[in-house]
């Protein structure tokens, strides 16, 4: 029988959206299906980086370090109107971890990968008494190095908008119900009574990935999660100047305190086992303090609970490895394909936004044998929506004078959301357009709803821009009396 679909793809995370537009662009018919809104789990809540994970070589896993380097150079050109190199200063804690000790940490994370675009690291003299160095003036030395930042959730609607170019259905707040093996396809209940048909299921359910299989599915499974709660906050700035801090804590992990969207300092993160409905993690007052604390210990401004102006929390579903701490639990991914003579079910446990990329190309490598008609990799070299472009401050400049009627903050703000996609998004531009609240005007909002599977004020505000840090409660309710007006 001929299937409805090569792959029915539960999960709008980065892992799902990644392997769709893989897959879309090898020529396979794609159905992706996701209960909410894309990225709306583990995918918007992450620290935001396109990282080796220098942490990461303490616990020798020195194969994902490396995967992650590569990928670091290739999102970097992929789309750098979301992705943008940062860099990082590492104060040095004598008592913590000996200076030969991180230096060789920072040559191997020099040379572990590919590095053509960003710098390598270097060892510093912090600026001690002087007024504007935000650190207390005993941290007299320091180390830089580089990785990226990401806006993770434009990441994921970006990979769900080369995958629908490409020809595959991606459908939001549609739950994946459940399904059954009939011969060489599966038969799939989703949500509405819908029934589709497909060859292979690919469960990229992320926290849920368990419950697919154990509820969803009823098959057998000896792999299982490590659900590991980490929270982040975001408090007026602390620091002034573009460089990110990583900064060491005696518990032996480590924080971020990075700046956020020009007035803000993003700090993060915590590692706290989690049991329970992913879709209800919150951060906790523990985990504020925690955090405060951290921060206190390194800057001379002192944060407390009361400064935080936003939080959010996430749950990393990490592979079990049997590891006790949960902050040393592998943070790789493990591609797990049953093969027992039924169609084949490819389940991901694991993974980090840095490799989705490679993990996408890795998962549908592995079902080549079931979809022989598929194409060869093709991401690796591939520009994502919006992102061909090869220097982001002449094309803002060029944006500026294409656009001479539109505020050259907005243009900029707009040439990092959309890229090169912007004037589609700008067609609907008109002199008189309306402004719905702070940033947002009509046709922004139309053009997110038509082209973005928006349908949320929170959608919107929080995961298709990030206008949602300086609305009021009232600018929330004037956007959602628009929608209705508009959906
Ligand atoms: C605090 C924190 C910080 C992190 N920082 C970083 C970082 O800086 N850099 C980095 O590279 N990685 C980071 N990560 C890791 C990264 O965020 C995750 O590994 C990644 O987002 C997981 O993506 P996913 O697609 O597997 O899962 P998710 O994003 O959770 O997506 C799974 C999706 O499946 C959907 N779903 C579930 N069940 C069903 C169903 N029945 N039907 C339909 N849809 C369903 C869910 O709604 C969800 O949207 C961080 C993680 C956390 C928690």
Same mark, same amino acid.
């Given at each position: 029988m001929d299937a409805d679909y090569d792959l029915l793809i539960i999960g709008g995370g980065i892992n799902g959206t990644g392997i769709a537009r893989d897959a879309a662009g090898r020529g396979l018919s794609v159905l992706l299906v996701e209960?909410?809104?894309?990225?709306?789990?583990t995918s918007s809540k992450s620290t935001k980086l396109i990282h080796g994970?220098?942490?990461y070589l303490e616990y020798y896993e020195f194969m994902l370090v490396r995967k992650a380097l590569n990928e670091r150079e290739i999102l970097l050109k992929a789309a750098p109107h979301i992705v943008q190199p940062l860099k990082f200063i590492l104060p040095h804690e004598a008592h913590l971890r000996p200076k030969w000790m991180i230096r060789l940490g920072l040559f191997l994370y020099d040379h572990l990968g590919k590095r053509e675009r960003l710098p390598g690291s270097k060892q510093i003299r912090l600026e001690g008494n002087d007024p504007d160095n935000p650190l207390y003036p005993r941290f007299t030395d320091g180390f830089t190095y580089y990785d990226c930042t990401v806006d993770d959730s434009r990441l994921v609607v970006l990979n769900a908008l080369g995958a629908k170019d490409r020809g595959a259905s991606i459908l939001t707040r549609t739950k994946f119900i459940s399904a059954r093996n009939e011969g060489d396809h599966w038969r799939a209940n989703i949500a509405s009574g819908r029934e589709i048909t497909a060859k292979v299921i690919v469960n990229?359910?992320?926290?849920w990935v368990v419950d697919i299989i154990d509820d969803g599915l009823s098959l057998p499974t000896q792999n299982r999660l490590r659900l590991v709660k980490g929270s982040h906050i975001i408090v007026p700035k602390l620091f002034d100047g573009k460089d990110a801090y990583i900064l060491q804590n005696k518990d032996g992990r480590i924080i971020f305190a990075i700046p956020y969207r020009r007035n803000y300092t993003l700090i993060g993160t915590t590692d706290v086992p989690f049991e329970g409905d992913p879709a209800l993690v919150r951060i906790s007052t523990e985990e504020i303090d925690y955090l405060c604390h951290h921060i206190n210990a390194y800057f001379r401004k002192t944060l407390t609970p009361d400064d935080v102006i936003s939080h959010y929390a996430g749950v990393r579903p990490l592979f079990d490895d049997a590891t006790e701490k949960a902050s040393a639990v592998t943070r790789d991914y493990v591609l797990a394909l049953r093969e027992d003579g039924g169609a084949p079910l490819l389940s991901i446990f694991g993974g980090k936004i840095t490799t989705y990329r490679e993990l996408a190309e890795e998962a549908l490598n592995k079902l080549s044998d079931h979809l022989p008609h598929m194409g060869v990799n093709? =991401?690796?070299q591939a520009r994502l929506p919006?992102?061909?472009?090869?220097d982001m401050d002449d094309f803002i400049q060029a944006q500026q004078m294409q656009y001479p009627d539109i505020e050259p903050a907005l243009i900029t703000r707009y040439a990092h959301r959309y890229g090169t996609r912007m004037d589609a998004m700008l067609k609907a531009w008109r002199k008189d357009a309306h402004l719905i609240g702070p940033g947002l005007y009509d046709y922004e909002a139309t053009y997110l709803i038509n082209q973005e599977w928006a349908t949320t004020p929170e959608d919107i505000l929080w995961?298709?821009?990030?206008?949602?840090? =300086?609305?009021?409660e009232d600018d929330v309710q004037s956007l959602e009396g628009w929608l209705k007006s508009h959906i």
């Open positions: 209960m909410d809104d894309l990225a709306s789990a994970g220098l942490r990229a359910a992320g926290p093709w =991401t690796a919006g992102g061909a472009i090869s995961r298709r821009t990030k206008l949602g840090l =300086t609305w009021s």
